[in-house]
């Protein structure tokens, strides 16, 4: 079983930026897919900025020269960013942390593994 536990989320004005973390533990690899995917009430999830197993990263064309993905490795276990900057009022949602063993490719809702979600509030 894998456990990701996100933190990070807050209010902010817009402009203003937020780093979002994901801390995995259990049978997870730094190989594995990962990737931030954000959901709004009554909308489908969104990905946001994503990194399969050959750390290739994709990025929605929304988010794209705003957002910034990364990952450490401390004791063979992935801990994944999410550094978003210039935020704005559309970028409000919940924002999850997702995980798969599979090699996935873009930024799809297809991740087995999932964070409980953490909330970013952006105002005008």
């Known amino acids: 079983q894998v456990e990701l536990v996100e933190s990070g989320g807050g209010s902010v004005q817009s402009g203003g930026s937020l780093r979002l973390t994901c801390a995995a533990s259990g049978n997870i690899i730094p190989t594995f897919s990962m990737g931030w995917i954000r959901q709004v009430p009554g909308k489908a999830r969104e990905g946001v900025a994503c990194?399969?197993?050959?750390?290739?990263?994709?990025?929605a064309d929304s988010v794209k020269g705003r957002f910034t993905i990364s990952k450490d490795i401390v004791d063979n276990t992935p801990i994944l960013y999410l550094q978003m900057d210039n935020l704005k009022p559309d970028d409000t949602a919940v924002y999850y942390c997702a995980a798969d063993w599979r090699h996935l490719e873009g930024c799809r809702n297809a991740y087995t593994y999932w964070g409980q979600g953490t909330q970013v509030t952006v105002s005008s």
């Open positions: 990194m399969d197993t050959i750390d290739t990263i994709t990025y």
